[in-house]
């Protein structure tokens, strides 16, 4: 990054300060806790409970047979057709899910489902669990605002309200649905959690006014909101990467010591950096993919900036990745037998191969297969077409990039003999050679990934979503990322125009707080001119004494680039909608916004800019909505791609804008503060739209919520 | 303790309370429970109009397909009894395509508007000139099942 920064250290004076137990609070203060309340309630206000991506009945029977006590299922709650489902795999005549982890971590909301649903119907348990937030929400607002008994009046009065105008519009959600629900409670838990991490991170660097604004900013100004209540794999990453680089950020430096039960006094840091390591093994029981590339990048970036790597540190880590694994390796060995093949690489089922789903969806074994089936000739297999408008299949074909590189994983368990054979063939061998091969496609991909969507007309089967151009690019989903590049190019101007490669006063250490010295790129580009053998054996020293916030910075890049590469031969794709498969980056790139130069300067002098262009641009947005939509008639696909238009143009106002000001062309920080604020209220307009509009595919939690949508005219 | 504790104290009793209160124990009582779509009515129609013609034309935005254009229906009841349903199916046999939008006809309804959304199609699935479009309007009850409109439409693809 071509930005400088000056961020201050004074939270890491503050941690010295003593070894409270204090320290391991999750929220950290009052306001942590209300920015937790307030995504939480804003992501459940627009929740529809129902199936949008075909392959979540998969892992939705799963933790109902989870429950019960046994991997495999042998009874089928949920299913759209009789027979297969995409996501249901077929081993020795057993079937299970594509994924555990994702069942487990719900089970206990599905467990307290279980119990609220034997004494209240479930519609209303929904209805009074989001009023009952609402009204936790407002009285923690007044806590921060030193208002509690007006807040915790009005909001207790408002919940009530809107809990009273609930029961008399809610419509049924059969009991029966507690697997669904769960699974989406841990979604909607993820964003919420999401947020409250990237609070804490970035007010631990910039204060907490910054920290608020980065974690409103990941539910209002990204497309979390709408992933938070389709329970896939997606949420669960973005929450992952951003309690990460909390972790991350807090655990550079030595710290002070804890006492942890069974080990006495361990360096807190040492603490959360394997804790870190056991989250993001955690995550290839998700995905196995994903988890390991996680876990690898993370690895990366903490070995070269620990401030300890002694052996104790080393073992603590190894303690640390070992245990996060084991559910995934035990969870492999117990379906497959092969402790790194997930249900996922094993062969989907298809109706016939040895299992049978009978009436009411009891499973029984059937007739044995006559030979294997080769998924291979038939990625595409069990993307049922849809009646709904965008629940467009999900087949482990297309979906998982493992499943994608290497189709040919048929067979039975294989002994530790075939297992290199079997890894050469398919997974992780086979996709990296194909993101070789495939690299002088990049062009294409990249740009109609990251920057402009329209009509792909390669790659992207529209058929099984009704032939809808609704698969939206990063930036047309996310212009807030148009601050990042102007960030950049802002900066660079800034030193052409100056002639100046190193700042002045760079010379700060780590110590007093001062970010630049030996670790800035400024300092670095210098030396690397002038020795560049040197500067090349100094740079591990250099990025391990860099500042924390820098450092950070670079694991929030690494996440980036490691998704970027992992996805890059499947993007882009369809059903991706906001390019979900990349969504796990977002809390890295709303990190990397908030820690621009530009963008503080804007939060700190200007923030009645930011709220007034947000309130303004969502204001108009919604006039301008209500008259062009009935005149224009848009279809769906119309629809999305005129947002998309909207947001690609104010992402690429949002980049101009933040240039000027970087290079300080533009010395008032009241225009980039607008812009900023528009670009969220875009993208606000594009997901409530999305989930209250475009894509409607279940029962609204809320129905207060629907109404007053429809009374409002949103539908237009 | 004070005025606000209270209050909210006061709220999610209340909140709890009926929650118990309508759930299984405790009768079980459907209040509240929406009431089925369909019944045994039935309606009288006195007129059907579309309010435009179904037709090809380009997507906009970059949509880069040709979407079949499909009019609202507008139903003019002489008279409705019991709940009822109007079902609007539009298809084109040659695409294979095949879609019906309904709405619910209450007691009493004097006039109703039943649409659905436009269909896309890849330009190159579109290989004739002109196309068959069959429009139909039903008055659906567990009762009843009455067309009460038809019509075949021919609409040209060149524009599109």
């Known amino acids: 990054m071509a930005e400088s920064d000056g961020e201050t250290a004074e939270p890491v004076a503050a941690e010295r300060a003593g070894s409270t137990p204090r320290n391991w609070s999750v929220f950290g203060d009052s306001l942590g806790v209300a920015v937790f309340l307030c995504a939480l309630a804003l992501a459940g206000s627009t929740w529809q409970v129902g199936f949008f991506i075909t392959d979540t009945y998969a892992v939705a029977n799963g933790l109902v047979n989870v429950a019960e006590g046994h991997l495999t299922i042998d009874r089928i709650e949920y299913s759209l057709t009789l027979g297969s489902q995409p996501g249901l795999h077929a081993v020795d005549g057993h079937l299970y899910a594509r994924?555990?982890?994702?069942?487990?971590?719900?089970?206990?909301?599905?467990?307290?489902?279980?119990?609220?649903?034997?004494?209240?119907?479930?519609?209303?348990?929904?209805?009074?669990?989001?009023?009952?937030?609402?009204?936790?929400?407002?009285?923690?607002?007044?806590?921060?605002?030193?208002?509690?008994?007006?807040?915790?009046?009005?909001?207790?009065?408002?919940?009530?309200?809107?809990?009273?105008?609930?029961?008399?519009?809610?419509?049924?959600?059969?009991?029966?649905?507690?697997?669904?629900?769960?699974?989406?409670?841990?979604?909607?838990?993820?964003?919420?959690v999401t947020a409250l991490a990237l609070y804490r991170l970035c007010a631990r660097f910039h204060g907490r006014r910054v920290g608020v604004v980065a974690g409103a900013g990941a539910v209002l100004a990204t497309p979390l909101w709408f992933w938070a209540a389709v329970p896939k794999r997606h949420t669960l990453g973005a929450a992952v990467v951003a309690v990460l680089l909390?972790?991350?950020?807090?655990?550079?430096?030595?710290?002070?010591?804890?006492?942890?039960?069974?080990?006495?006094?361990?360096?807190?840091?040492?603490?959360?950096?394997?804790?870190?390591?056991?989250?993001?093994?955690?995550?290839?029981?998700?995905?196995?993919?994903?988890?390991?590339?996680?876990?690898?990048?993370?690895?990366?970036?903490?070995?070269?900036?620990?401030?300890?790597?002694?052996?104790?540190?080393?073992?603590?880590?190894?303690?640390?990745?070992?245990?996060?694994?084991?559910?995934?390796?035990?969870?492999?060995?117990?379906?497959?037998?092969?402790?790194?093949e997930p249900p996922r690489l094993t062969e989907s089922y298809q109706p016939g191969n040895g299992v049978e789903i009978g009436p009411g969806g009891a499973v029984q074994p059937g007739e044995p297969a006559g030979g294997d089936t080769d998924q291979s000739g038939d990625p595409d297999g069990g993307n049922g077409s849809q009646s709904g408008e965008s629940t467009g299949g999900d087949?482990?074909?297309?979906?998982?990039?493992?499943?994608?590189?290497?189709?040919?994983?048929?067979?039975?368990?294989?002994?530790?003999?075939?297992?290199?054979?079997?890894?050469?063939?398919?997974?992780?061998?086979?996709?990296?050679?194909?993101?070789?091969?495939?690299?002088?496609?990049?062009?294409?991909?990249?740009?109609?990934?990251?920057?402009?969507?329209?009509?792909?007309?390669?790659?992207?089967?529209?058929?099984?979503?009704?032939?809808?151009?609704?698969?939206?690019?990063?930036?047309?989903?996310?212009?807030?990322?148009?601050?990042?590049a102007g960030a950049f190019v802002g900066g660079l101007t800034l030193r052409l125009r100056t002639g100046q490669w190193s700042r002045p006063g760079a010379s700060g250490t780590r110590s007093d707080g001062g970010a630049g010295g030996d670790g800035s790129t400024d300092g670095l580009l210098d030396t690397v001119r002038r020795h560049p053998v040197g500067a090349v054996r100094r740079l591990p020293g250099r990025v391990r004494r860099a500042h924390p916030a820098r450092?950070?910075?670079?694991?929030?890049?690494?996440?980036?680039a490691a998704y970027a590469t992992l996805y890059y031969p499947l993007l882009p794709l369809h059903t991706q909608l906001t390019v979900r498969y990349v969504l796990p980056v977002v809390p890295a790139l709303v990190y990397l916004v908030a820690r621009r130069r530009t963008v503080r300067r804007c939060v700190a002098t200007t923030p009645r800019s930011l709220v007034a262009g947000y309130v303004l641009a969502l204001v108009a947005g919604v006039a301008a909505v209500a008259v062009a939509f009935p005149a224009l008639d848009p279809a769906v696909g119309e629809a999305m791609q005129l947002h998309a238009l909207v947001d690609l143009a104010v992402c690429g106002a949002l980049a101009g804008v933040v240039t000027a000001t970087r290079a300080g062309l533009v010395d008032d920080t009241r225009l980039a503060a607008g812009a900023l604020g528009v670009a969220g209220a875009v993208t606000t307009l594009l997901v409530v739209r999305m989930q209250l509009v475009y894509f409607e595919y279940g029962t609204y939690a809320v129905p207060v919520v629907r109404r007053v949508a429809d009374v409002f005219a949103v539908a237009a | 303790m004070d005025a606000s504790r209270i209050v909210t104290l006061l709220s999610v009793a209340v909140v709890l309370g009926t929650l118990v209160v309508t759930g299984p124990l405790v009768g079980g009582t459907d209040a509240g429970r929406a009431s089925p779509e369909l019944g045994?009515?039935?309606?009288?129609?006195?007129?059907?109009?579309?309010?435009?013609?179904?037709?090809?034309?380009?997507?906009?935005?970059?949509?880069?397909?040709?979407?079949?254009?499909?009019?609202?229906?507008?139903?003019?009841?002489?008279?409705?009894?019991?709940?009822?349903?109007?079902v609007y199916r539009v298809a084109v046999p040659a695409l294979g395509f095949d879609r019906v939008g309904t709405a619910s006809v209450d007691p009493g309804t004097t006039h109703r508007g039943v649409g659905m959304s436009d269909r896309a199609f890849a330009p190159d699935t579109l290989d004739r000139d002109r196309y068959r479009v069959n429009v139909t309007v039903r008055v659906q009850s567990f009762a009843v099942d009455r067309t009460v409109f038809h019509r075949n439409v021919t609409v040209e693809a060149g524009d599109g």
């Open chain 1, 99 to 192: 994924n555990y982890g994702q069942a487990v971590f719900a089970l206990p909301a599905y467990y307290g489902l279980a119990v609220l649903t034997a004494v209240a119907r479930l519609e209303l348990v929904l209805a009074a669990g989001w009023s009952l937030l609402v009204v936790a929400a407002c009285r923690q607002v007044g806590v921060v605002l030193d208002r509690r008994p007006t807040f915790g009046t009005a909001g207790s009065l408002f919940g009530l309200g809107l809990f009273g105008a609930s029961v008399a519009l809610a419509a049924p959600v059969e009991a029966e649905l507690a697997g669904l629900v769960a699974l989406q409670v841990l979604s909607l838990l993820a964003v919420a």
């Open chain 2, 40 to 86: 045994e009515g039935t309606a009288t129609v006195e007129s059907v109009q579309l309010t435009g013609s179904p037709s090809f034309s380009p997507g906009r935005f970059g949509t880069g397909v040709v979407y079949l254009r499909i009019p609202d229906a507008a139903v003019e009841f002489a008279s409705a009894s019991g709940r009822s349903r109007l």
């Open chain 1, 395 to 484: 087949s482990g074909g297309t979906d998982s990039p493992v499943a994608g590189g290497g189709g040919s994983t048929t067979g039975g368990p294989s002994a530790v003999g075939a297992l290199a054979e079997r890894v050469r063939s398919s997974s992780a061998f086979g996709y990296a050679s194909r993101i070789v091969t495939e690299a002088s496609e990049a062009p294409f991909r990249l740009y109609h990934t990251y920057v402009r969507s329209g009509r792909i007309a390669k790659d992207v089967r529209y058929d099984v979503n009704d032939e809808e151009t609704i698969e939206l690019s990063l930036a047309e989903s996310l212009p807030l990322a148009g601050a990042l």
């Open chain 1, 551 to 560: 450092q950070t910075d670079g694991l929030a890049l690494a996440v980036f």
């Open chain 1, 246 to 340: 909390y972790w991350f950020a807090a655990s550079r430096g030595a710290g002070p010591r804890v006492t942890v039960p069974f080990l006495g006094a361990v360096r807190k840091a040492v603490v959360l950096r394997s804790l870190a390591y056991v989250l993001a093994g955690l995550v290839a029981w998700v995905h196995a993919f994903e988890g390991v590339v996680l876990l690898g990048t993370f690895a990366l970036a903490d070995l070269a900036t620990a401030s300890t790597t002694s052996r104790r540190a080393l073992v603590a880590v190894a303690v640390g990745a070992s245990v996060g694994l084991t559910p995934f390796v035990a969870t492999n060995v117990f379906v497959s037998g092969n402790p790194v």
